[in-house]
């Protein structure tokens, strides 16, 4: 089978049919695979994955085990609400692990390369088609390379989703800037590194956590553009960062001259598609659902995505051949992730807020138990094989209660 594109997505996908028996090609457009950005939050439904890959061991000499996730006002540093990292291990069975991007893209590589995956570099992939008995995928210069299955990972602007949906990206007009910096001296050295912290502020909030074993201090900046909202084109620019930062409190502007000025990441996600596949063309990863990143769990949801198409596999392909067990990826998936794009979206609102709204959310925050998981308890748990075991969605007001208030 042929997997378009060797992200995170593409790669965790390679793996996990690989080790189901399969004969696997990745085709990356990169002349080379790597990844570009810093820092990634992985939960434990991640961290189950990667255990049962024989991967966990490997990730965690990598990253970094935090103690705390911390929510912070940005505009006057206090504390709204947290995460007990400890006691999240204990409940789920696995580790809240962060890690540099590019060191979890390398793991996934070795591992691929360990078990045999055929991984190819400078494949721009121009369309996918479905044939009479597989699928084929041709790539720019013409070549036309034939599969029994294709697996679109191919990001954002995905070629196959075109297939699927006449969708486009949807722009936020939020921007991320972001920057890694030794903690051997400086600011980064006072920074405590067992603690994962958002700075919640209007329209903007800052995130810092400690990478490689805490030999480097990561920090994410992301703001509401002016000028995206406004219609210009040259939107996210850096003196946008600055002006939209100037209300925060000391140790959030403090952060700023450590962002990379020099590249940004403007936040798109796509509205959820209930149908991922195709014929014999499954889409993967950001290719099938991009969120928003207010709940990191972009790349874990394409990781999650690649096991269930092994089990899956694992289960219906000797069987009952293809159409089963793509069928079953489409019927468990879709609605796993429209509920995680979503509640994207809403948390970055909650985030954000300004004025008394802002007060009000923080009084609410303020009042959680930190050890109330229920709001996580549907997204940190075993990730679902089949519909039926998909937990329930959390609902912050049970909707009787939202109707009496009414
Ligand atoms: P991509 O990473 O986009 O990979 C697609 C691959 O396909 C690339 O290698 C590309 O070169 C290749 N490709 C594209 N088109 C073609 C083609 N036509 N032919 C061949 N190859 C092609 N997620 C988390 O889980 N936790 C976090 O903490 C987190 N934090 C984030 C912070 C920020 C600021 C951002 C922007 C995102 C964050 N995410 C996080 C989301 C996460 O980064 C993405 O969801 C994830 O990387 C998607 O992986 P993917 O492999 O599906 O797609």
Same mark, same amino acid.
């Given at each position: 089978m042929i997997v378009v594109g060797g992200g995170i997505g593409g790669l965790s996908a390679a793996y996990a049919l690989t080790r189901r028996g399969l004969a696997v090609r990745v085709l990356e457009r990169a002349s080379a695979f790597g990844e570009v950005g810093a820092g990634i939050q992985l939960a434990p439904n991640c961290t189950r994955i990667l255990d049962d890959y024989g991967l966990l061991d490997e990730a965690k000499s990598l990253g970094v085990l935090p103690d705390a996730m911390i929510m912070r006002d940005a $505009?006057?540093? #206090?504390?709204?609400t947290r995460l007990d990292l400890r006691d999240l291990e204990r409940r789920y069975g696995f580790p809240y692990l962060v890690i540099h991007r590019s060191d979890l893209h390398a793991m996934l590589l070795r591992a691929c390369e360990r078990a045999g995956v055929d991984l190819r570099t400078s494949q721009q992939v121009t369309a996918c088609t479905n044939t009479a008995d597989g699928a084929s995928v041709t790539l720019a210069g013409g070549r036309v390379e034939e599969a029994r299955i294709v697996v679109a %990972? !191919?990001?954002?602007?995905? $070629? %196959?989703?075109k297939l699927i949906a006449d969708d486009e990206p949807v722009s936020s007009a939020y921007v991320a800037y972001r920057g890694t910096t030794p #903690? %051997?001296?400086?600011?980064a050295a006072d920074v405590d590194l067992s603690e994962v912290v958002v700075y919640v502020g209007p329209r903007c909030h800052f995130v810092h956590y400690g990478l490689r074993g805490g030999e480097l201090l990561n920090q994410v900046a992301v703001f509401e553009s002016p000028k995206a909202r406004a219609g210009e084109?040259? &939107?996210? #620019?850096p003196d946008e960062l600055d002006a939209a930062f100037a209300a925060t409190c000391d140790f959030v502007r403090g952060?700023? /001259? !450590?962002? &990379?000025?020099d590249r940004w990441w403007r936040m798109y996600d796509r509205d959820p598609i209930m #149908? &991922? $596949?195709d014929g014999n063309i499954a889409l993967l990863g950001d290719a099938a659902h991009p969120p928003l990143q207010y709940i990191a769990q972009g790349a874990i949801m394409a990781i999650e995505d690649g096991w269930v198409l092994g089990e899956q596999a694992a289960r219906h392909? %000797? !069987?009952?051949g293809w159409a089963a067990v793509l069928a079953a990826y489409q019927a468990v998936r879709p609605e796993h992730c429209r509920r995680v794009v979503t509640t994207s979206r809403a948390w970055g609102e909650l985030w954000h807020l300004d004025g008394l709204a802002r007060q009000q959310r923080n009084v609410l925050l303020r009042e959680r138990?930190?050890?109330?998981?229920a709001f996580v308890d549907w997204l940190y748990g075993p990730t679902a094989? !089949? /519909?039926?075991?998909?937990p329930p969605m959390f609902t912050p007001i049970p909707l009787s209660s939202a109707n009496a208030l009414r």
């Open positions: $505009v006057d540093g #206090t504390e709204l %990972a !191919d990001g954002l602007h995905s $070629v %196959a989703r #903690t %051997a001296s400086g600011r084109e040259d &939107w996210g #620019t952060g700023l /001259p !450590d962002m &990379w000025r #149908t &991922w $596949v392909l %000797a !069987d009952e138990d930190t050890y109330d998981y094989l !089949d /519909p039926s075991d998909e």
